[in-house]
């Protein structure tokens, strides 16, 4: 791919759903007809024009795979139909109406009544759809979502489809299980048909004062009026124009434990100051930095401790729900963690409005996992290709892979919480063929958003210096697992080679953050010798990681894998999913927990 020239598609403004008094949205979560199409006969066949055939009913938000007894749908391949019916409120009247859809993994297509109205590619990103010229208030309407979980090589994440005599089986070379359905709120909401339809923020400190640029988007030549408000209502600033400054004096910042927020009122008026629309945009004041090797947030040294995590649950699969994000951020603050990567796609704008909340960091990251098709085709029994080739990963897949990273900075960009892009989770790295197929997506980012470190996550096999693409990075983020897929049991070996790798990477003076380092643990097996799979070795083997980070200055961050035990795909090298988490899926503390907790609180059992 070297010397192509790469465009990208433009990228997408979706302002999320609120109620503000000019805005008002309405939740269509609940249960909804639900039917596979294994033969991929429902679009011809017309399914959107009426009641879906053999319809069942399925949750929404939910991964659809564990929900039925039914392996045929756990195992599906292919699109999965959802369908409800449902009133736009009467009071909508005369508003724009327009349906967003949080999530819809890995792509899909929606009809109201008859008319096909949004396609998208993509599945942790959200979409919309304008409904104004399709629906009318008070009056009934079905809305209708195919949902596409097939992988290829041109979509992100990666994976294709093989034709076998028993069916259609989907390969794939991420570890964890390829969960599909509507995974977040589906919404239908308003705005003013004169409407905003982009906020974005970037805020600076001098000192005691604190400053937020904001810029402004809209549809037609409305005035703009935004007012910043503080925590208690007050307001602190006050703005006219689609773009300014605004200077906050004596500012309280948002940093690492302490997520305070300030609200940016944003008005549309017209010629008369009559509100025409309006949003609410949460702002963090604070900044971020790479110094050399150091990692800094308000100009201070930041250590990162805390998890690679997933949205995994029993049932739910990657179904967002409240309950079980706030008891996983508990943990967090009962372990000491504080913060964690988005392994290994965008999570749920819920997760991230709380981690802004609690002041939790965040590296954000996009879907593009299993881009190295080498290495971990052994482990999943897909080897033999070649990761960057014109059959397989290539320049239509990094256009997909641009359009996501453009989504996640569009969605992601106003949060506190994020200090880091990480655009890919483990690629092949090593090669010519990474090094161009990367070269243009780091140039897009920081095109995209130069306020923020950007970075990518290496695998172990591109070990220093081997790695061709570690050079576009502001940050480097390591995977390594010394004493668990190398040197396996051997705990003082695995501590020297670990060593002298990592003071190789410390010659190239960036931050380092080690996002994966762990062991597989079968909770409660015990073991007096510390052997692979027990307790006492997953708390031995962090021991030994921790000794190596803690003689290497540029090691700034320590994040687990992984916060909890997640569902794989089947095979014989995993057992009931992937164990090393330090809590089991059910989040019950493993030994480890306990040994982590001390470590960053310095708490005791």
Excluded at 62 to 68: F, P, V
Excluded at 197 to 215: C, I, M, N, P, R
Excluded at 258 to 274: A, I, K, T
């Amino acid at each position: 791919m070297a010397g192509t020239r790469t465009t990208f598609e433009e990228d997408v403004e979706v302002l999320r759903p609120q109620d503000n008094g000019s805005r008002e949205r309405k939740s269509l979560n609940g249960l909804w007809s639900f039917a596979l199409d294994p033969d991929g006969v429902g679009r011809t066949d017309r399914w959107f024009a009426g009641p879906l055939p053999g319809g069942r009913q399925m949750a929404v938000p939910a991964s659809y795979n564990d929900i039925s007894t039914d392996p045929a749908v756990r195992d599906h391949v292919g699109v999965a139909w959802y369908q409800l019916t449902t009133f736009a409120p009467r009071g909508w009247d005369g508003q724009r109406i327009v349906l967003n859809v949080e999530a819809a993994t890995h792509r899909a297509t929606i009809w109201v009544d008859d008319v096909e109205v949004a396609s998208h590619e993509g599945g942790y990103t959200p979409f919309e759809a304008d409904l104004t010229d399709h629906v009318t208030a008070g009056q009934q309407s079905r809305i209708t979502i195919a949902v596409d979980n097939t992988l290829t090589y041109q979509s992100i994440p990666p994976g294709f489809v093989e034709d076998t005599p028993q069916g259609k089986r989907q390969k794939y070379w991420h570890d964890f299980f390829n969960y599909a359905g509507l995974h977040r709120t589906v919404w239908l909401h308003t705005t003013g048909r004169e409407h905003l339809t982009d906020v974005t923020v970037v805020t600076g400190l001098d000192g005691a004062t604190g400053s937020v640029d904001y810029a402004v988007e809209s549809t037609g030549g409305a005035r703009v009026a935004v007012t910043l408000l503080d925590a208690d209502g007050r307001a602190v600033a006050r703005g006219d124009g689609a773009r300014g400054t605004l200077v906050v004096p004596d500012v309280h910042r948002w940093a690492p434990g302490d997520g305070y927020l300030y609200d940016l009122d944003v008005q549309l008026l017209d010629r008369r100051g009559e509100l025409l629309d309006r949003y609410h945009q949460s702002v963090g004041i604070r900044t971020v930095a790479v110094d050399g090797n150091r990692f800094l947030i308000n100009g201070e040294p930041f250590y990162f401790t805390g998890f690679g995590m997933h949205e995994d649950h029993a049932v739910l699969g990657k179904g967002h729900n409240d309950a079980l994000m706030l008891h996983d951020f508990e943990l967090l603050e009962w372990i000491g963690a504080n913060s964690f990567r988005t392994s290994h796609y965008p999570y749920s704008q819920d997760v991230l409005d709380y981690a802004d909340r609690r002041g939790i960091v965040v590296i954000d990251e996009t879907a593009a996992v299993g881009l190295n098709m080498n290495v971990t085709g052994g482990m999943f029994g897909v080897q033999g290709r070649p990761t960057y080739s014109a059959e397989t990963v290539n320049d239509e897949t990094r256009e997909v892979h641009a359009q996501a990273i453009r989504e996640l900075i569009a969605r992601d960009k106003n949060h506190p919480s994020v200090v880091l892009w990480s655009i890919a989770n483990e690629p092949e790295s090593e090669s010519e063929g990474g090094e161009d197929y990367f070269r243009p997506l780091f140039a897009l980012t920081r095109e995209l958003d130069p306020t923020r470190p950007v970075g990518f996550v290496n695998m172990m096999m591109a070990y220093y210096p081997t790695c061709r693409v570690s050079q576009f990075a502001d940050v480097l983020m390591l995977n390594r697992y010394y004493g668990w897929y190398v040197a396996t049991g051997d705990l003082a070996a695995a501590e020297a080679m670990w060593e002298q790798e990592l003071r190789g990477w410390a010659t190239e003076n960036k931050p380092i953050i080690i996002t994966e380092y762990g062991a597989d643990t079968y909770p409660g097996l015990r073991s007096l010798t510390a052997e692979p799979w027990s307790e006492e070795y997953q708390t031995a083997y962090l021991e030994m990681n921790h000794r190596v980070f803690d003689r290497i200055d540029a090691v700034v961050g320590e994040q687990v894998w992984n916060f909890a035990d997640f569902t794989t795909t089947s095979g014989i090298v995993r057992v009931g999913g992937n164990k090393k988490g330090v809590f089991t899926r059910d989040r019950q503390p493993k030994a480890a927990a306990y040994a982590l907790r001390e470590r960053w609180t310095g708490k005791r059992p």
